[in-house]
């Protein structure tokens, strides 16, 4: 009976986040609701006030995102985003993989997918169109670049998935990295051929030409400060240079503290921007994080978590298929792949051992999946930034990922899970 009532909720859930409600309302009352069901109201609220105080995930993703916040004040994303986009102007037929492979190195700075496409699509999507390429297809090879965050260590995947395999976040990333690069070189390569064979790589003629905003000078040391962090953590992970071996919010303040002596902004205001930052994502990432923790609670009490575990373990075959593909329809059908993703890991994933896997391996691939899934999303907010900025219908963006990025996903499924 309880299996049958959570069946129902879990479908509720699903329909109400495709019709795109608030989704830490949904999952917070799905949680309560089959908590209170199964007599167990308090697990709920157990599961809520532990969430809260997840040391691991609020430090590494809400220094990443007062970071981000720091590199918007100063202006240094942009000088980023204009010094790159210089760069594949002269790249000509390369244009459209350089730009997917740009847009990945770009999101790894600025990991919100949403973020880096306005940030990225302003500049990016007119020079391709300038250079006769077809508006769907520029936005397509910026919108196909658009999961680099996957190597970002202030993404929220890879702090769940560190905390489940009791590991560094910069070793979770490590273990990813392989199936996460030959994944965008598979997306750009496939997107390429397309255009070739579309004949939209060449010859469009924009309608009184595009406007590309390049007017500001660049300046070579603030493009580098969004990389900053990242190169800290890498060197000091690999142990190129030992001592710079730190936790991810120590390189967020450092790369802060650097860029502030770079740009000589005002300190009282990159301060504030830093823990403005860090606000925004303990409200809007991390609150991601209770809802689900509540949500799973409410399924572990009408039992449904260990009656999936068991049909899993008795059917082994699909488990690798399932884990990998289960999280990108979700992600595909609803724009977003954190709620989907990190519900599965934070049910599912502790039991990899079980399933004949490793936990990093799992969980990566689930979140790998996720990314990808919103990637061909056509309500996803990056997808309808970059559609918007080429003037097209977003449908015909994700029509030309869709092929790349699934094989993209194929490709991460086979190095992660096989």
Same mark, same amino acid.
């Given at each position: 009976?309880?299996?049958?009532?959570?069946?129902?909720?879990?479908?509720?859930?699903?329909?109400?986040?495709?019709?795109?409600?608030?989704?830490?309302?949904?999952?917070?009352?799905?949680?309560?609701? $089959?908590?209170?069901?199964?007599?167990?109201?308090?697990?709920?609220?157990?599961? @809520?006030?532990?969430?809260?105080?997840?040391?691991?995930?609020?430090?590494?993703?809400?220094?990443?995102? %007062?970071?981000?916040?720091? *590199? #918007?004040?100063?202006?240094?994303?942009?000088?980023?985003?204009?010094?790159?986009?210089?760069?594949?102007?002269? *790249?000509?037929?390369?244009?459209?993989?350089?730009?997917?492979?740009?847009?990945?190195?770009?999101?790894?700075?600025?990991?919100?997918?949403?973020?880096?496409?306005?940030?990225?699509?302003? /500049?990016?999507?007119?020079?391709?169109?300038?250079? %006769? /390429?077809?508006?769907? *297809?520029?936005?397509?090879?910026?919108?196909?670049?658009?999961?680099?965050?996957?190597?970002?260590?202030?993404?929220?995947?890879?702090?769940?998935?560190?905390?489940?395999?009791?590991?560094?976040?910069?070793?979770?990333?490590?273990?990813?990295?392989?199936?996460?690069?030959?994944?965008?070189?598979?997306?750009?390569?496939?997107?390429?051929?397309?255009?070739?064979? *579309?004949?939209?790589?060449?010859?469009?003629?924009?309608?009184?030409?595009?406007?590309?905003?390049?007017?500001?000078?660049?300046?070579?040391?603030?493009?580098?400060?969004?990389?900053?962090?990242?190169?800290?953590?890498?060197?000091?992970?690999? %142990?190129?240079?030992?001592?710079?071996?730190?936790?991810?919010?120590?390189?967020?303040?450092?790369?802060?503290?650097?860029?502030?002596?770079?740009?000589?902004?005002?300190?009282?205001?990159?301060?504030?921007?830093?823990?403005?930052? $860090?606000?925004?994502?303990?409200?809007?990432?991390?609150? /991601?994080?209770?809802?689900?923790?509540?949500?799973?609670?409410?399924?572990?009490?009408?039992?449904?978590?260990?009656?999936?575990?068991?049909?899993?373990?008795?059917?082994?075959?699909?488990? #690798?298929?399932?884990?990998? @593909?289960?999280?990108?329809?979700?992600?595909?059908?609803?724009?977003?792949?954190?709620?989907?993703?990190?519900? @599965?890991?934070?049910?599912?994933?502790?039991?990899?051992?079980?399933?004949?896997?490793?936990?990093?391996?799992?969980?990566?691939?689930?979140?790998?999946?996720?990314?990808?899934?919103?990637?061909?999303?056509?309500?996803?907010?990056?997808?309808?930034?970059?559609?918007?900025?080429?003037?097209?219908?977003?449908?015909?963006?994700?029509?030309?990922?869709?092929?790349?990025?699934?094989?993209?996903?194929?490709?991460?499924?086979?190095?992660?899970? @096989?």
């Amino acid at each position: 009976m309880f299996l049958l009532v959570g069946a129902i909720v879990v479908i509720a859930v699903v329909y109400l986040l495709l019709k795109r409600h608030e989704s830490r309302m949904v999952l917070i009352a799905a949680g309560i609701l $089959m908590c209170c069901i199964a007599g167990k109201p308090m697990a709920s609220l157990d599961a @809520f006030a532990k969430s809260m105080t997840n040391a691991g995930l609020i430090t590494s993703v809400c220094s990443c995102m %007062g970071f981000a916040w720091c *590199m #918007k004040y100063t202006g240094c994303d942009k000088h980023l985003v204009l010094a790159i986009g210089k760069v594949l102007k002269k *790249m000509g037929f390369l244009l459209i993989p350089g730009a997917t492979l740009a847009t990945f190195v770009v999101n790894i700075a600025i990991p919100s997918a949403a973020g880096c496409s306005a940030a990225v699509g302003v /500049i990016f999507i007119p020079i391709m169109m300038s250079a %006769g /390429i077809h508006p769907a *297809m520029a936005a397509a090879a910026v919108k196909s670049g658009t999961y680099g965050s996957m190597l970002n260590p202030g993404l929220v995947h890879n702090a769940v998935i560190a905390k489940l395999a009791n590991t560094q976040i910069t070793a979770v990333i490590g273990n990813h990295m392989m199936a996460t690069v030959a994944g965008v070189v598979v997306a750009a390569t496939v997107l390429t051929v397309l255009s070739i064979v *579309m004949k939209e790589n060449k010859g469009y003629v924009p309608e009184g030409g595009a406007a590309v905003e390049e007017d500001m000078a660049i300046n070579p040391l603030y493009s580098l400060m969004p990389l900053v962090p990242v190169i800290i953590l890498l060197l000091g992970s690999t %142990g190129v240079v030992p001592a710079l071996k730190m936790g991810v919010p120590h390189a967020m303040v450092i790369g802060a503290i650097i860029s502030l002596a770079v740009t000589r902004k005002n300190p009282v205001e990159l301060t504030k921007n830093f823990f403005n930052g $860090m606000g925004d994502a303990y409200a809007n990432i991390i609150g /991601i994080i209770i809802s689900v923790g509540v949500f799973v609670a409410g399924l572990n009490a009408l039992g449904l978590i260990k009656a999936l575990i068991n049909w899993m373990l008795n059917s082994t075959g699909i488990v #690798k298929i399932a884990a990998t @593909f289960g999280p990108f329809l979700l992600a595909l059908i609803s724009g977003s792949g954190d709620a989907a993703t990190v519900a @599965f890991n934070e049910a599912v994933t502790p039991h990899a051992a079980e399933f004949g896997l490793q936990t990093m391996n799992m969980g990566s691939a689930a979140a790998l999946g996720g990314t990808l899934g919103r990637t061909i999303s056509p309500i996803a907010g990056a997808t309808i930034i970059c559609a918007g900025i080429a003037g097209v219908d977003p449908m015909e963006v994700c029509k030309r990922n869709a092929l790349g990025i699934t094989l993209a996903l194929v490709v991460g499924m086979i190095l992660l899970l @096989f």
